[in-house]
């Protein structure tokens, strides 16, 4: 079943601006990992951070969790042309379970 | 170091026929996962294997599928007298153990005519 709820679906900004992505979860977690997918590409990870994490940063990344609201947030700042790609938050709760994917938010950077 | 291999990379099969997608995972990695997606979806988990064990099978049909992760060679992803809901991106990643990052394949295209 699908655990994370990507928001927007769909994204278009300019060059130079910056993009936030939201991502809401229903159970609790361990950590929360945001991945990236270019067309026809596998996934690709972008950052993890645990839920005893507030914010982590990574390059032009910055990702927040908020565990009380169960919902993270991915930012990318000055985005690029190169940033244009399909962005998933992926929840891992405990033990031997695998990694739960949202469905994602496309991300269009304009030249 | 080699990242996560998926052949083929596209599989046309007519109904009926049986696909099997291979999957080796990064060298030092035994834990391999099977996701599926439809075109502009998410992910949908199927399968979870260590070396010789499925952990975890609960996103994967009660029928025609069936997946392994032999002591030796790659993983297998095995799906039974194809139909044409079958057709879909097939992506494999691996991680050295649970929870961790996950490192994905470039995925199968599976194409059912």
């Known amino acids: 079943s699908q655990q994370g709820e990507e928001d927007p679906q769909a994204l278009s900004i300019q060059e130079g601006e910056n993009a936030t992505m939201n991502c809401s979860y229903k159970t609790s977690i361990n950590n929360l990992q945001w991945y990236r997918q270019n067309s026809g590409r596998g996934l690709v990870h972008l950052i993890l951070i645990r839920s005893n994490e507030r914010e982590k940063h990574s390059g032009r990344l910055r990702v927040t969790l908020d565990t009380s609201k169960k919902s993270s947030s991915l930012l990318i700042t000055a985005s690029r042309a190169a940033d244009t790609a399909s962005y998933f938050c992926a929840t891992f709760s405990s033990g031997n379970t695998p990694l739960v994917f949202g469905k994602g938010t496309r991300l269009s950077v304009i030249a | 170091n080699a990242g996560v291999m998926q052949n083929p990379r596209h599989l046309v099969r007519r109904r009926g026929q049986e696909a099997r997608l291979r999957c080796s995972p990064m060298?030092?990695?035994?834990?391999v996962y099977w996701y599926r997606q439809l075109p502009e979806e998410g992910l949908k988990f199927m399968v979870y294997?260590?070396?010789?064990?499925?952990?975890?099978e609960s996103g994967m049909p009660k029928e025609r599928f069936s997946a392994e992760f032999p002591k030796e060679g790659p993983s297998i992803l095995r799906i039974q007298q194809v139909v044409r809901g079958d057709s879909a991106a097939y992506f494999c990643a691996s991680s050295p153990g649970p929870g961790g990052t996950l490192h994905f394949g470039n995925g199968t295209r599976l194409t059912v005519t």
């Open positions: 294997l260590q070396k010789e064990n499925i952990i975890d």
């Open positions: 060298k030092g990695h035994s834990h």
